[in-house]
């Protein structure tokens, strides 16, 4: 069992000075005036026993018992259009503006000048039948116009191995190869003896006659089978076959000629030689002139500066007094009075000056210390400043002291007093001394540890 004192801790923004805890509070001080004067900002107090201000109105009010400046006037009253529109000659008028609308000949239609905001202008086109061509070269024929051209055929040689190419109008293939050994009539090839290499350089045979019983030889032979023909060392085999006759250019073969029968639109031209746009007027000649645009307003408007303008009736006007006045009947006559309301002119005295929060003139020379003062348990405490130029600061100051709380560290237990902590431990087994050592220890085997006490002072930090 290990033991360790328990540490003392103070609360927030508390520090721990011998065995308490001491805080420093610090606020600021409260500021008041003396009796009769008011607190201005926190450096100034104005007596506010003053004289009450002299009201004035403006020239033509008057002062009221309420104290208000007022005049009454009477006004005539004026005739409005209440359902809308405007006075014209004692009748309620409504003017209606529209655009005027453009308008072009019978047979013509609204277009767009080219150049960039140009005046729009009336585009009359008529139309006439067109004539049908063909270009130079071409024929027409059930409405197309066709051109015929004829060539000779390219021989092909498709299908020919070994470099086929055409001659003449014939195909000529040539095939080479290896030529084959033989040897002299009476005579048979036979493997050479040796090192395999015969003499007369046969590849390992030579041509060998045995007749009469003697033993001769003779040189190897080189033939070349299947219809070739030597050349340079090599079996050269020439073949032909006919030619393939193929038309290009997409024509077709008639009676060994090649036929290209070329197609192309019938052409529409007119009168003045240009040509017809069949797409969009059906191989019509259009001829187009142009006529003066006209601005026309509709339901009787009359027009002026591209507007149309017509008037409306809204009915008869009706009496009404005007705004910011009051209305009000005598003998059965539709009366109007108008009130000017203002608050009066506050006058004070030379050297004062009206205050709002107390509602008198004040002298504003007339001033006061203002006083400063903390709360119960405060002290104030004022620091003058180190230089000249900088104001002195006023603090109200209060000392708290407390008794520490004691604690255990992070591991420990409480103890039996009230100042020691305590954590188990494990000790290391000590070698046993027989049977009758161990009874006497305890009967458990090993060392046995006892629990003890430890109580130091307590602690200050």
Same mark, same amino acid.
């Given at each position: 069992?290990?033991?360790?004192? #328990?540490? /003392?801790v103070?609360?927030? +923004?508390a ?6 805890c ?7 001080p409260?500021?008041?005036?003396? %009796? ?17 201000p ?48 453009p ?14 905001n140009? =005046?729009?202008?009336?585009?009359c ?33 498709? *299908?020919?191995? +070994? ?21 002299p #009539? ?10 395999? +290499? ?12 045995? %007749? ?15 219809? *070739?023909?030597?050349? +340079? ?15 290009n250019k997409?024509?077709? /073969? ?26 969009k ?9 142009t006529a003066?645009? #006209?601005?026309?307003c509709?339901?009787?408007a009359?027009?002026?500066? *591209?507007k ?10 009706? /009496?009404e ?22 608050? @009066?002119?506050?006058?004070? @005295?030379?050297g ?15 001033? =006061? ?15 003058? @400043? ?7 600061q ?13 604690i ?5 237990t409480?103890? #039996? ?16 001394? *027989?049977h ?26």
């Amino acid at each position: 069992m290990e033991s360790t004192p #328990k540490v /003392l801790v103070c609360g927030p +923004h508390a520090k721990l000075e011998g065995d308490k805890c001491v805080r420093i509070i610090k606020i600021h001080p409260f500021h008041r005036c003396p %009796e009769g004067y008011d607190l201005r900002g926190t450096h100034k107090c104005l007596k506010v026993d003053g004289v009450p201000p002299e009201p004035m109105c403006p020239k033509g009010l008057e002062l009221t018992e309420a104290g208000r400046c007022q005049k009454r006037s009477d006004v005539l009253p004026e005739l409005v259009c209440k359902h809308g529109g405007t006075l014209k000659h004692d009748k309620c008028v409504e003017s209606i503006e529209s655009r005027a609308v453009p308008h072009c000949p019978a047979g013509c239609t609204l277009s767009s000048g080219e150049k960039k905001n140009a =005046a729009s202008v009336c585009q009359c086109i008529t139309q006439e039948g067109a004539l049908p061509s063909c270009p130079r070269e071409y024929k027409m024929e059930s409405d197309e116009c066709t051109k015929t051209d004829s060539y000779a055929p390219t021989i092909t040689c498709d *299908g020919m191995k +070994h470099g086929a190419g055409s001659k003449d109008g014939k195909c000529e293939s040539i095939q080479t190869y290896s030529p084959s050994p033989s040897c002299p #009539k009476g005579y048979s090839m036979e493997a050479s003896k040796g090192s395999g +290499h015969s003499h007369h350089g046969s590849g390992g045979a030579e041509c060998v006659s045995s %007749e009469k019983g003697a033993k001769k030889t003779a040189p190897m032979q080189t033939i070349c089978d299947k219809g *070739g023909e030597m050349k +340079h060392g090599k079996c050269v085999k020439t073949s032909h076959a006919p030619g393939i006759p193929t038309c290009n250019k997409g024509g077709s /073969l008639v009676d060994e000629t090649c036929i290209h029968k070329e197609t192309v639109p019938v052409q529409y031209t007119c009168s003045d030689g240009n040509m017809a746009d069949s797409t969009k007027y059906g191989n019509k000649c259009t001829k187009t002139t142009t006529a003066p645009m #006209k601005m026309m307003c509709k339901n009787g408007a009359v027009g002026k500066d *591209g507007k149309c303008t017509r008037s409306k009736d809204r009915g008869a006007p009706m /009496l009404e007094c005007p705004k910011g006045t009051e209305e009000k009947k005598e003998d059965g006559e539709l009366k109007c009075e108008k009130l000017v309301d203002k608050n @009066p002119i506050l006058l004070c @005295p030379d050297g004062t000056k009206f205050n709002d929060d107390v509602g008198v003139c004040i002298n504003l020379k007339e001033t =006061a210390p203002v006083e400063r003062f903390c709360p119960d348990d405060f002290e104030l405490e004022i620091k003058k @400043p180190a230089r000249k130029k900088k104001k002195e600061q006023a603090i109200c100051k209060k000392i708290e002291i407390k008794a520490p709380v004691p604690i255990c560290p992070h591991g420990y237990t409480d103890g #039996k007093d009230s100042h020691s902590c305590y954590k188990e431990v494990s000790l290391p087994k000590m070698p046993g001394h *027989g049977h009758h050592d161990n009874a006497r220890h305890g009967g458990h085997g090993g060392f046995m540890g006892t629990e003890a006490e430890y109580e130091p002072p307590m602690s200050t930090k």
